[in-house]
């Protein structure tokens, strides 16, 4: 359900910050980027066992509409095919594939809102959907965040290079089971979490094109 209610929050983002961007030399920002996800982890309340992902790369889309003067606003999509260790409960091996994705909206803040290099504050928040991929696994999703910064420049009027850092948060349910299978065996959880945030580190690199 939250994304469908992120969705709708979405939608009156670009229609709002599209009136208000009439004043400006471009209406858009759209930055299809690469990066590297760090970090992550839960704890499970009945063995005291920590259970961490994988660190790998990931890969999503910001785009940004003006708003008013040094401010934007930031629609933020990151995905990241990782691995839980040590989580045994539906797996022989201890461990299994799960994607991490991240729907946020927010706002950046330019420190200089002219000239070819151009250094931003960024903050979003949003939903972050937690996808097992053994069979028979259901997806969970949380209530997140992000913080960060970096650097835009523009070496062509409509092409830039963006250089970001953020840091991740989800609030993961507390004193709950996630990561849950069924199937004709039974069912079962991977983990009944303790209940605390779990952080990423995400490093960025990506292009601009502006419109």
């Given at each position: 359900?939250?994304?469908?209610?992120?969705?709708?929050?979405?939608?009156?983002?670009?229609?709002?910050?599209?009136?208000?961007?009439?004043?400006?030399?471009?209406?858009?920002?759209?930055?299809?980027?690469?990066?590297?996800?760090?970090?992550?982890?839960?704890?499970?309340?009945?063995?005291?066992?920590?259970?961490?992902?994988?660190?790998?790369?990931?890969?999503?889309?910001?785009?940004?509409?003006?708003?008013?003067?040094?401010?934007?606003?930031?629609?933020?999509?990151?995905?990241?095919?990782?691995?839980?260790?040590?989580?045994g409960f539906f797996v022989s091996?201890?461990?299994?594939?799960?994607?991490?994705?991240?729907?946020?909206?927010?706002?950046?803040?330019?420190?200089?809102?002219?000239?070819?290099?151009?250094?931003?504050?960024?903050?979003?928040?949003?939903?972050?959907?937690?996808?097992?991929?053994?069979?028979?696994?259901?997806?969970?999703?949380?209530?997140?965040?992000?913080?960060?910064?970096?650097?835009?420049?523009?070496?062509?009027?409509?092409?830039?290079?963006?250089?970001?850092?953020?840091?991740?948060?989800?609030?993961?349910?507390?004193?709950?089971?996630?990561?849950?299978s069924s199937g004709p065996e039974?069912?079962?959880?991977?983990i009944s979490n303790s209940g605390?945030?779990?952080?990423?580190?995400?490093?960025?690199?990506?292009?601009?094109?502006?419109?």
């Amino acid at each position: 359900m939250i994304y469908k209610y992120l969705g709708a929050v979405l939608c009156l983002a670009v229609l709002s910050s599209a009136c208000l961007a009439q004043d400006h030399r471009f209406n858009a920002q759209v930055t299809p980027f690469a990066g590297y996800r760090f970090g992550g982890s839960f704890e499970d309340n009945e063995t005291g066992d920590e259970f961490s992902l994988d660190n790998t790369s990931s890969y999503g889309l910001a785009v940004n509409f003006p708003y008013q003067q040094n401010t934007e606003w930031e629609i933020y999509y990151s995905k990241q095919s990782t691995a839980v260790d040590d989580a045994g409960f539906f797996v022989s091996d201890n461990q299994f594939d799960i994607d991490v994705e991240y729907l946020q909206i927010g706002g950046t803040y330019l420190f200089e809102e002219s000239g070819s290099a151009a250094p931003y504050f960024v903050a979003t928040i949003g939903g972050a959907r937690f996808s097992p991929q053994e069979p028979g696994t259901k997806s969970d999703t949380f209530f997140s965040f992000s913080a960060g910064g970096g650097w835009r420049f523009f070496p062509a009027s409509r092409l830039g290079l963006r250089v970001d850092a953020r840091l991740l948060g989800s609030f993961v349910d507390g004193d709950s089971k996630i990561f849950c299978s069924s199937g004709p065996e039974g069912g079962g959880c991977a983990i009944s979490n303790s209940g605390k945030l779990l952080y990423q580190v995400e490093l960025q690199l990506g292009l601009v094109f502006r419109f």
